[in-house]
């Protein structure tokens, strides 16, 4: 498990000065060794690092030998992941794939530090440039150092140093500790169903509205198209103030959820998604009308899955993915599969009556689908899924009738 933290440290000009320098010549080197990489389609660092070493040397004169070897790790992955995409590129599009830009870094790139090149001690925090090595006092917040004491096998990995829009340098901090620490706990599992208007409804019952995103969004849409209709230059100034509010906005009340989520009062053991990854494309291509597109188009579910599945990794508690298919179509009780039951956010099924809130419906499909294809695949920590317990006993119910029954939290008869 990783995290990362910023800190701004207060550097003298001539300390500034300095890092620009280093990160140029940076560049240089990354891009030196990535070129080699491709023209001699390799991905090897040893072979880069008996090629190109010395040549690199002599180019980028005062950059510490450290320094050059994280700019050569990097160029590696970055190469990588460039031949993987270009493969999946070439698949679809011959043509694409030969005109791909190559990995390349400019003047003022984010440099990666390893532990031999930043060190930390206390809040002394030193790292080499291409004039001598900076020495700096920095502050760790508070909440930073609540959460995550060194303690715990919180460990520095490394960092990245660079330079952001505003010319200001900043420090990447990243600590990693091993996973081994969270003992898994012994719980219920809760299917989670997203969607535009309820942001995330648990199996359980519970809604997390969109309506404040929803209104934010509106808002933001509003105004934007005003702006660029106008096209003055006063608008436009106004336009990229606001480019960032929605955004943080959003990123903010995903914050929210995903933390009441992990920190939940029930024993969770298991949050199940639906996997969107690709049903994302399918939906915006199907029969949905304009603006039901255009909401789909601008949510930000990848963005609430990543805080959710960090903030539980912390917790003890496993994110896992099921298919997405049928899941707000079929009925959670009798599994009959069909369109017309659903109407609006109500679901009544036609077979056999029972009616439900349609999120909450596909929110117990996705976790039945999961504690399905568990029991297909004969994983024997979920043994048995009426009580919801990994290791508790087994309640009365046979497990057939288990999965087609209704779960505990809802009312009879909604
Ligand atoms: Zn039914």
């Known amino acids: 498990m990783r995290r990362s933290i910023t800190v701004f440290p207060k550097l003298t000009d001539k300390e500034v000065s300095a890092i620009v320098e280093t990160s140029k010549q940076y560049a240089r080197a990354f891009n030196m060794s990535s070129e080699c990489l491709i023209n001699n389609s390799s991905t090897s660092k040893r072979f880069l690092h008996k090629v190109q070493y010395e040549r690199t040397k002599e180019e980028c004169l005062s950059l510490p030998t450290g320094l050059i070897q994280c700019a050569r790790d990097v160029a590696v992955e970055a190469v990588k992941n460039w031949n993987v995409k270009r493969t999946k590129l070439r698949q679809k599009h011959p043509k694409k794939a030969e005109m791909m830009k190559r990995p390349s870094m400019k003047d003022k790139c984010t440099m990666r530090y390893d532990v031999r090149t930043i060190t930390l001690r206390g809040s002394q925090l030193t790292f080499s440039t291409c004039d001598k090595r900076i020495k700096t006092i920095i502050s760790i917040p508070e909440f930073f150092t609540e959460r995550y004491p060194n303690s715990d096998g919180w460990k520095l990995k490394g960092a990245n140093i660079?330079?952001?829009?505003?010319?200001?340098?900043?420090?990447?901090?990243?600590?990693?500790?091993?996973?081994?620490?969270?003992?898994?706990?012994?719980?219920?599992?809760?299917?989670l169903d997203r969607g535009v208007y309820n942001i995330v409804t648990t199996s359980e019952g519970v809604h997390y509205g969109a309506k404040d995103v929803r209104r934010v969004k509106r808002k933001y849409n509003h105004v934007r198209s005003e702006l660029q209709e106008k096209g003055t230059r006063s608008a436009k100034r106004r336009l990229k103030a606001i480019s960032g509010c929605e955004k943080r906005f959003v990123h903010d009340q995903n914050h929210c959820i995903s933390k009441k989520l992990a920190n939940s009062d029930e024993d969770v053991f298991i949050y199940v998604l639906e996997d969107l990854s690709s049903m994302n494309m399918l939906r915006l291509k199907g029969k949905s009308n304009k603006t039901m597109r255009k909401w789909i188009s601008n949510?930000?579910?990848?963005?609430?899955?990543?805080?959710?599945?960090?903030?539980?990794?912390?917790?003890?508690?496993?994110?896992?993915f099921v298919d997405a298919?049928?899941?707000?179509?079929?009925?959670?009780?009798?599994?009959?599969?069909?369109?017309?039951?659903?109407?609006?956010?109500?679901?009544?099924?036609r077979h056999c009556g029972s009616s439900m809130h349609a999120d909450t419906n596909a929110?117990?499909?996705?976790?039945?689908?999961?504690?399905?294809?568990?029991?297909?695949?004969?994983?024997?920590?979920?043994?048995?899924?009426?009580?919801?317990?990994?290791?508790?006993?087994?309640?009365?119910?046979?497990?057939?009738?288990?999965l087609t029954s209704k779960p505990s939290g809802l009312p009879e008869g909604r």
């Open 299 to 320: 949510w930000s579910y990848s963005d609430l899955e990543f805080k959710l599945s960090y903030k539980c990794q912390k917790n003890g508690i496993k994110v896992e």
């Open 325 to 349: 298919r049928y899941t707000s179509r079929k009925c959670s009780v009798c599994k009959a599969i069909d369109k017309a039951s659903r109407n609006g956010n109500r679901y009544t099924c």
């Open 363 to 402: 929110a117990i499909n996705i976790r039945d689908n999961y504690i399905t294809r568990a029991l297909k695949l004969g994983q024997a920590a979920i043994n048995q899924p009426y009580g919801w317990s990994v290791r508790g006993k087994p309640e009365t119910e046979p497990l057939d009738k288990t």
């Open 162 to 191: 660079g330079i952001n829009r505003k010319g200001r340098v900043f420090v990447n901090l990243i600590y990693e500790c091993p996973d081994s620490i969270n003992e898994i706990k012994d719980g219920k599992i809760v299917g």
